[in-house]
């Protein structure tokens, strides 16, 4: 397991669509491991492959001590609203204003590739639809209500 480095905002590789997975491998699960080193490493609590360089639609997410694995996750469901205060480990240093659903459920592959679904809110839902976003192109900077403002390294997502 290694951390590897994280992309910063203006690395055409955040805004790429990333290609599903279509098996498990060793480099996947490498990578995947990996992707949670990283994100402990920069006290996270979401990292999407493609904020480490790589164009796969895998996303990794630990908001209370229960790491989540989401492979080529679909969102199926939203309901409700929340705004607050959003961070990015590609965008480090800055967070701003997002409003978010309250409620998710997605469809996901684990890493055994089993198909599960997953039903979250308040900071895990915000963290689904960050991290899902990620795997379309799309940053928290792209919806953000008003401007980024500065934050120390503990206030970051």
């Known amino acids: 397991m290694a951390i590897r480095k994280i992309r910063v905002m203006g690395d055409d590789c955040l805004r790429k669509k990333c290609r599903e997975v279509t098996e498990m491998t060793p480099r996947i699960k490498e990578l995947i491991d990996d992707m949670f080193d990283t994100m402990y490493e920069a006290y996270g609590v979401g990292l999407a492959a ?21 492979i080529n996750p679909v969102i199926l469901e939203t309901s409700g609203e929340q705004t607050g205060d959003e961070g990015c480990l590609s965008v480090p240093g800055k ?45 928290y900077v792209d919806i953000v209500e008003g401007d980024l403002h500065d934050v120390t390294a503990d206030e970051e997502e």
Do not use: S, W
């Open 50 to 70: 493609p904020q480490v360089g790589v164009l796969k639609r895998i996303v990794v997410i630990d908001t209370d001590d229960n790491p989540i694995v989401l």
């Open 95 to 139: 967070a701003g204003i997002v409003t978010r659903p309250n409620y998710v459920k997605v469809k996901a592959l684990d890493i055994n590739m089993k198909e599960f679904e997953l039903e979250g809110t308040e900071l895990l839902a915000r963290a689904i639809c960050h991290e899902c976003d990620h795997l379309d192109g799309v940053m």
